[in-house]
Antibody
Framework: QVQLQESGPGLVRPSDTLSLTCTVSGGSINGYYWSWIRQSGGRGLQWMGRIYSSGTTHYNPALSSRLTLSADTSKNQLSLTLSSATAADTAVYYC???????????????????WGHGTLVTVSS | EIVLTQSPGTLSLSPGERATLSCRASQSITAGYLAWYQQKPGQAPRLLIYSASSRATGIPDRFSGSGSGADFTLTISRLEPEDFAVYYCQLFGSSPLFTFGPGTKVDVK
C-alpha cells in the first residue's frame, strides 16, 4: 500500500519561501505523476501542480510564478517550494498520487488515488 | 476555465436514507475526467469514484456515480453512520489541469 507523508515547517513568515517535502513509501515514485493540493477554508481544495517522476511539471497558472516542484527518485521524495508567501497561502497542504487508466492510445479516469495526511502551514509574522 | 458547482450545499439525512449529490460543470465535459471524493474532518480526501461511474478499490457498492454532459450525480443508496462527511467532485480539464467543486456536506438530520 502506497503511503505519503508531508513534512515541513508549520509556520512561515510573510514574504518567505514555503518549502515542503512528501516522502513516499510502499511504492516507487517512478512512472507516476504526483500532485500537490492545498485546502483552506476560503478556497476549498486547490490543485497546485503536478510532477512526473522524470521531472516534467504542470502548474496551476494562478501559482506558476511562485511555485516550483521537484522529484528525487533516489530518496523517493517530492518537494514543493512556494515563494513570497502571504497569509493567503495558509492552508493544509497535501501530496497525492495521480492515477489514470489507459484506453487504447489515450488516458482516462484521471484521479488522485493515494493522499498524504496533509500538513498545516500557517503564514504569519 | 470550467467551473464545477455542487448542490445542495448541505444535505441533512438520517442513516438508512438515500443521498443524491449533484455536480454540474459550466460546460459539457468528458465523463472519463470526473471523479468524486469523500472527506471527513481532519482527514485527507478519499477517492470514491473515477470516470464518473467506476468505484475505486475498496469502495462499498452503496456508492455509485452517474451522469454525462455537464450533469453528474453521486448516489449513496443507504447511508451508513460513517458516510456523513463532505463530498467533492473533481474534473481533469485544461487550465488548471484539475479543479474541484465546493463540496456537499452530508450531515445527520
Amino acid at each position: 500500500q502506497v503511503q505519503l507523508q508531508e513534512s515541513g515547517p508549520g509556520l512561515v513568515r510573510p514574504s518567505d519561501t514555503l518549502s515542503l517535502t512528501c516522502t513516499v513509501s510502499g511504492g516507487s515514485i517512478n512512472g507516476y505523476y504526483w500532485s500537490w493540493i492545498r485546502q483552506s477554508g476560503g478556497r476549498g481544495l486547490q490543485w497546485m501542480g503536478r510532477i512526473y517522476s522524470s521531472g516534467t511539471t504542470h502548474y496551476n497558472p494562478a501559482l506558476s510564478s511562485r511555485l516550483t516542484l521537484s522529484a528525487d527518485t533516489s530518496k523517493n521524495q517530492l518537494s514543493l517550494t512556494l515563494s513570497s508567501a502571504t497569509a493567503a497561502d495558509t492552508a493544509v497542504y497535501y501530496c497525492a498520487r495521480m492515477g489514470a487508466t489507459k484506453v487504447e492510445d489515450s488516458w482516462t479516469g484521471l484521479r488522485h488515488d493515494f493522499w498524504g495526511h496533509g500538513t498545516l502551514v500557517t503564514v504569519s509574522s | 476555465e470550467i467551473v464545477l458547482t455542487q448542490s445542495p450545499g448541505t444535505l441533512s439525512l438520517s442513516p438508512g436514507e438515500r443521498a443524491t449529490l449533484s455536480c454540474r460543470a459550466s460546460q459539457s465535459i468528458t465523463a472519463g475526467y470526473l471523479a468524486w471524493y469523500q472527506q471527513k474532518p481532519g482527514q485527507a480526501p478519499r477517492l470514491l469514484i473515477y470516470s464518473a461511474s467506476s468505484r475505486a478499490t475498496g469502495i462499498p457498492d452503496r456508492f455509485s456515480g452517474s451522469g454525462s454532459g455537464a450533469d453528474f450525480t453521486l448516489t449513496i443508496s443507504r447511508l451508513e453512520p460513517e458516510d456523513f462527511a463532505v463530498y467533492y467532485c473533481q474534473l481533469f480539464g485544461s487550465s488548471p489541469l484539475f479543479t474541484f467543486g465546493p463540496g456537499t456536506k452530508v450531515d445527520v438530520k
